[in-house]
Each structure stands twice: as C-alpha cells, then as structure tokens.
C-alpha cells in the first residue's frame, strides 16, 4: 500500500510541474526550454541569472511563475542610487511608539525580482549575498528569516551596456543558473502582438500549487537517488574546469553541488526518481558558464564558456547511462 501511495504521489507532483510550465508557456510564447530550466532551478531551490537585452519578457515570465506557484512577488530595479537598505531592510524611529522599528525590505517575499542587477553598486549587490545563500538577513545585528519559499530572478544587461559593471565572482557564484531567453522568432512575436490585442496574458495564468506543495515538490527532487557514477562525472567535469588551460578560475565545488541538484530536477522533470548522464549533459553549461574566469588567450582565440564547456563535454569520460542509473 505504501508503494502504492508513493506512486500516486510522485504522479500528482508530475502532472502539477507540467501544469506549471503549460500556464507560464500562456505569456512566454516559444521559450519552453528557457521557462523549463528556471522551473528546474525553482525546484532545486537556486537562483536564476538571466542576461539579456530589455524587453524580451523576463519580468513577465517571473510574474508568471509567481502567479502560478501561488507566490508574493516583488520587483526591484537596480539603479546605482539604489541602496543596500532597499533590499534587506532598515531601522526607523517611530514617533508615535516611541521606539525604532524595522521596516521590511524587497526581500521580504517569496519570490524576488532583481531587475538589472549589474547597474547598481558593488555594496547594493552584496545586500543578496546572505540572503541568496542563508535564506536570512542581519540588519543591526538582528537576523530575520525570510519566507519560504525563497528565490531570485535577477536580470542583467549585457556587459558593455550604458552603465552596466561585471557581478564580482562570489555573486555569480550564487546563481544556480545562467540563462539567455534571446529574441523571439518572427512567428513568435506576431503571435505576442494578437494576443496582446485583447487582453493581457498574465490575466489568463492560474495558481497551479500552493506554497506548500511546492515545499513537498522540492523535498521529492531533493530525494532523487544519484549513483557513484554519476557523483564521479560531475567531479570529473567540474576538475577538467580547475585544469583547463583556458581557463583561469574553475568551477568550486558549490558549482558542483549545483549541478548535481539541477540533474536531480532534470530527472523529476523526466518522471525518474534518478539521475542519468543526460540529466547532467542537460544542463551543465547553464549551471558552469558564468562561474568560469577564463584567460585573455581565450578571447583572442574567440572561445567563449560554452564553447570551452564543449570540448570539456566531448573529453570526460561519460558513464554507461543502465550503471549510472542503477546504483547508488
């Protein structure tokens, strides 16, 4: 009977993850691989990264997430008079009580929004740094928990935008993922113009879960076997990183840790209960590219991160898929 009931709730979680991707894919019009991906990082409880040019939907697509998954959602946009106050909170003196009190910041919510992150200042940027890891802020000495749910979809401008500067590496490091939604295709946005028409898509999206059953969803992807073989690919593909010789900083073993939870969603997604090499092949390059410091020989060959990630792929050895899958 206890099998039985395993099952019938790993297929109610199933059906309700493909629901989830189905009311999103209502507003974001042919970009299923990107809202996939962001919904694996979800999932595994990480942050998504997504760089691109303004206006391809990355806000709506967050505001579709937070509808769908029953969520509070705030947006911030980063500007460099944006302090760090303005995200983790601050302490004011109330007159009327008498005493200081502690108003929230935009962390204070379930799902965050941090819209042009690399237009702010370094000191603004490293407000998320607890929060992202920890799931708390310290204002004052007083540490506050922040909701769970807890995730970040930060946005960036491409490097060399008006008034744009590089994440340092520990804040790149802190996103699960690196994603690009790119351009539509002509298709795709005469589609996004007709609907636009008549009404706003985002009024059309419905709740799919609750909060709690989305706790239960990342506890049953946080339970996904994974075998030696598979622990000894990521190892292998993260070292091949650290002894590149292109490349100049490696991915750390949090990047490892990364991926194996990204091949854990990837094989929940898929409807295993484990993990296969084509789980991690899946998405390495998203959990790796934005980690990599790769050296100035690098740019002059034109190499960027996935190029570099490629020949990595194509070098590590990549274990039988029946072994990887079938033990521990």
Known sequence: MLYIATLIRKEYFLNKANLIIEEVNKVIIGKEKVIRKVWMTILSGGHVLLEDVPGVGKTTMALAFSKALGLSYRRIQFTPDVMPSDVVGFYYYNKERGKFEYRQGAVMTNLLLADEINRTSSRTQSALLEVMEEGQVTVDGVTRNIPEPFFV???????????TQMLPESQMDRFMVLLSMGYPTIKEEMILMSQRKVSDPLDDVNEVISKEELLSMQKEVNEIKVSSLIYQYIAMLSDATRRHDMIQLGVSPRGSLALCRMAKA??????????????????????????????????????????IMDEICATVHVPDRRAAGGRR
């Open 153 to 163: 979809i930060a946005t960036q401008n491409p490097l060399g935008s008006a008034g």
């Open 266 to 307: 990837s094989a929940f997604l898929a409807g295993r209960d484990y993990v296969v090499p084509e789980d991690v092949q899946d998405v390495v390059k998203d959990v790796f590219r934005h980690r990599l410091v790769l050296k100035s020989r690098a740019r002059l060959s034109s190499k960027d991160a996935d190029k």
